[in-house]
């Protein structure tokens, strides 16, 4: 029986990724139809230029950052929301809280030791909630969440691929571009927490986005 469940969550994962990647396909053929007709919507004129440079400088961190931390954070900060459990939302409070924390204090560190230091600080940021927040409180949420299930999962897409501007500029604006080119990511954001609804675990859109993610790393430092 378990085998049987856990046989269909993977089929599940890989179904979902063939079709997000159906979708990257669908959203620039309708993006070059656009370049068609407006030829300034050129996406060149915007550049992942950290991810390429870290790619050139230390390809192990790279993979570490895209492949592994980035899903793992990202997914805690977003679909913790969507479907979610009661130590679900913990982390999603944690993971936020850590986020607004390195707003305003930065880590002379090496990269490994930065990500230790946030494994070590999500924990114990766990921990406190976990001894402050109140599980009746904590019900409510969840089941709030559960009823307006259909809303979160697209607020929190459309709000995920909007945080990926920062990929690309270093202040917060936007221009048609700009919202080209972070669609994919709200594409994707809406494919995670559709995963989440259907496996019911945090687990699997952290897998399909380390799987998304590493495709693209595979494919970008071919070319570098």
Not at 70 to 79: K, N, Q, V, Y
Not at 127 to 146: D, R, W
């Amino acid at each position: 029986m378990f085998k049987s469940i856990l046989f269909h969550k993977i089929k599940n994962l890989f179904l979902f990724y063939f079709r997000l990647f159906g979708l990257y396909i669908l959203f620039f053929i309708c993006v070059a139809f656009l370049q068609s007709i407006f030829p300034y919507l050129d996406l060149k004129k915007y550049s992942q230029d950290s991810i390429f440079e870290l790619l050139k400088d230390n390809k192990l961190q790279a993979f570490l950052t895209m492949v592994v931390f980035a899903p793992i954070i990202e997914e805690l900060m977003f679909r913790t929301l969507v479907n979610p459990k009661i130590k679900e939302l913990l982390l999603f409070l944690s993971s936020w809280t850590l986020f607004i924390i390195g707003l305003f204090i930065t880590l002379e560190l090496e990269w490994y030791y930065r990500y230790l230091i946030f494994l070590v600080a999500i924990s114990g940021i766990f921990f406190i909630y976990e001894q402050l927040i109140s599980k009746n409180y904590l019900e409510k949420a969840k089941s709030f969440l559960n009823n307006h299930q259909s809303i979160t999962l697209q607020i929190t897409s459309i709000i995920f691929g909007f945080l990926h501007i920062f990929n690309y500029v270093d202040s917060v604006r936007i221009d048609s571009i700009l919202f080209l080119l972070i669609v994919p990511r709200i594409i994707a954001g809406h494919m995670f927490g559709k995963l989440k609804i259907e496996n019911g675990h945090i687990i699997w859109p952290i897998l399909l986005h380390a799987l998304n993610n590493g495709v693209v790393f595979l494919i970008i430092s071919s070319r570098s």
